[in-house]
C-alpha cells in the first residue's frame, strides 16, 4: 500500500522560509510526477509545484520565483522550499505522486503565514 507522509509545516512570519518534505513508500513501480496541492479554508485544491521523473518542473503563477520543488529519486521524496512566504500561502498542503496511473495523496500538513 502506497503512503505519503509530509513533514515541515507550521507557522512563519511574512517573508519567511519553510521546508516541506514528503516521503513515498510501498510502492515497487517507478513514481512518475511527484508534486504539492494546497487547499485554503473556502478555496478550491490547487496545484503548487510538480517535478516530473526526470526533472521537468511545473509551478502555480503565484509562487515562480519563491517556492523550488525538488526530488530524490532513489529515495522516492520530494521537497519543497518555500521562501518569501505571504499570508496568502496559508492553507493546508498535500503531497501527491502518481504511480502507474494512479495518483495518491499525502494527509495533508499546515502552513500559517502570519503578517
Known amino acids: 500500500q502506497v503512503q505519503l507522509v509530509e513533514s515541515g509545516g507550521g507557522l512563519v512570519q511574512a517573508g519567511g522560509s519553510l521546508r516541506l518534505s514528503c516521503a513515498a513508500s510501498?510502492?515497487?513501480?517507478?513514481?512518475?510526477?511527484m508534486g504539492w496541492y494546497r487547499q485554503a479554508p473556502g478555496k478550491q485544491r490547487e496545484l503548487v509545484a510538480a517535478i516530473i521523473s526526470g526533472s521537468s518542473t511545473n509551478y502555480a503563477e503565484s509562487v515562480k520565483g519563491r517556492f523550488t520543488i525538488s526530488r530524490d529519486n532513489a529515495k522516492n521524496t520530494v521537497n519543497l522550499q518555500m521562501n518569501s512566504l505571504k499570508p496568502e500561502d496559508t492553507a493546508v498542503y498535500y503531497c501527491?505522486?502518481?504511480?502507474?496511473?494512479?495518483?495518491?495523496w499525502g494527509q495533508g500538513t499546515q502552513v500559517t503565514v502570519s503578517s
Open positions: 510501498g510502492s515497487s513501480f517507478r513514481i512518475n510526477t
Open positions: 501527491v505522486a502518481d504511480i502507474l496511473s494512479r495518483r495518491y
